[in-house]
């Protein structure tokens, strides 16, 4: 029926039609041959795509169903870079979900049902015919004399929503009457519920000095809030980091150990991602991120000629070298006399962070900018020697007094700037 109304509202040429093979039932590649055929009798384009093996003996197979036909839809969207992708979900399947959230204590959003218009990364899913009920759709199919196929797992009541249509609503409806248009009337005000809270979460979030790429915060400022928006806050940071919706006693877990634990640091895992808390700070990394303590990058011995870049294998970042009057910078020539040597900044190495200051240890100078002890081992140190001229996440040694001529400063960089390690530690201009 939607493709039947597009046709005639839009013209075959504008549309694309697609179909997803399950592989679920027997008569599956008779549905594609038929599919095929209707899309060629409109004159539409057509394309399909066959979904891998069947989940195993004990998976959900409606999840599994869903969400690979919505990556195969998606990425149909992409090959035929189209603009939308429109689906045939009408008022009925709209009331079926909301009773399947509600026996599964959803929250106020996802009882809102689904969205008749959402721009999502691919671009906007749309469901034209959301407000419209499932009778007056067979009406007008069987008016405009259209033929179907009727999938066989729509009677299969061992899945919930074919109970929920066969025996539960029509039941409810018999006792209500009026009750699809009232269930439609509350999901319309719990979507718009849903998505106040979502813009209060995301404006807590950035209060919370999230940053670009969502992968840190500010825990102070979270663990301040009511227990109702500190949860939605947190609830949003899982939504946009693409993490699956905790349950209440995960949510009430992560929180207490998170943002209201006493001790110096935590780490909690929620696959694929690890939260990592030091102090006031909490960062979002991949669970499999390397273990830097465990693993440190090797050292690396060179002498300076000149370059602007200095490579650092095995650290998957670089030193740059820039001409400098701050405080700290060292002599061009008397660098590139130095032998070098890169390593993992150690705990007790001595730096003095500013002309005239006292040097304190590299543990007590990375304690007091905030780096996490799982960072430290990852950050370079360069000496000359025995001596220490530059900590990343610190800055120059500013030991010695300013020398005439050319002058320099160290600054590391890693290649991939989301890495932890990029963190803005060091005083000073970043050059």
């Given at each position: ?47 399909h ?6 989940p ?64 999502r ?29 009727e ?15 066969a ?23 719990l ?32 663990a ?10 947190v ?53 499999d ?10 050292p ?47 705990a ?42 530059y900590?990343a ?31 803005g ?7």
């Open positions: 029926m939607l493709l039947d109304a597009l046709v005639r509202l839009r013209g075959p040429a504008q549309l694309v039609a697609w179909h997803v093979h399950h592989g679920l039932q027997p008569d599956a590649d008779r549905w594609l041959a038929w599919c095929e055929r209707e899309a060629a009798r409109y004159g539409v384009r057509f394309g795509t066959r979904l891998g093996p069947a195993v003996r004990g998976e959900n197979i409606e999840a599994w169903a869903r969400e690979a036909r919505y990556a195969a839809l998606w990425a149909a969207l992409a090959r035929c870079r189209a603009d939308a992708l429109l689906t045939a979900h009408h008022a009925d399947d709209q009331v079926e979900t909301v009773f399947m959230r509600l026996a599964r204590g959803s929250g106020p959003e996802a009882l809102g049902g689904m969205a008749p218009a959402e721009h990364p691919a671009g906007w899913l749309l469901r034209p015919l959301l407000g419209v009920g499932r009778d007056c759709i067979d009406a007008c199919a069987k008016a405009r004399e259209l033929h179907w196929v999938d066989p797992m729509n009677a299969d009541e061992a899945l919930l929503r074919t109970t929920l249509r025996r539960v609503l029509p039941a409810l409806a018999a006792a209500v009457p009026g009750l699809r248009d009232n269930v439609l009337r509350s999901a319309a005000l979507r718009e519920t849903g998505q106040a809270l979502r813009a209060a979460a995301a404006a807590d979030l950035q209060a919370a000095g999230m940053t670009v790429d969502l992968r840190a915060l500010d825990r102070c400022t979270l301040a809030l009511p227990p109702l928006r500190r949860n939605e806050a609830r949003e940071w899982f939504r946009l980091l693409g993490l699956p919706m905790p349950t209440q006693a995960r949510l009430a877990q992560w929180v207490a150990q998170m943002l209201l634990g006493g001790s110096a640091s935590a780490s909690v895992e929620v696959a694929p991602l690890r939260f990592r808390r030091y102090r006031d700070r909490i960062a979002a990394e991949p669970a991120a390397r273990d830097w303590r465990r693993d440190p990058p090797p690396v011995a060179l002498r300076w000629r000149g370059e602007a870049v200095i490579e650092l294998p095995g650290w998957a970042g670089r030193l740059s070298v820039r001409a400098s009057d701050e405080p700290g910078a060292v002599g061009a020539a008397w660098l590139a006399a130095q032998p070098l040597e890169i390593r993992s900044s150690p007790g190495a001595r730096l003095r962070p500013r002309p005239g200051g006292p040097s304190r240890t590299l543990k007590n100078l990375y304690q007091e900018r905030g780096v996490p002890p799982w960072l430290r081992a990852a950050l370079p140190a360069v000496f000359a020697g025995e001596r220490l001229i900590a996440g610190l800055g120059m040694d500013a030991s010695e007094p300013p020398v005439e001529g050319e002058r320099v400063r160290l600054h590391w960089r890693p290649d991939d700037l989301g890495d932890p390690r990029s963190a530690f060091e005083s000073g201009p970043a050059v």
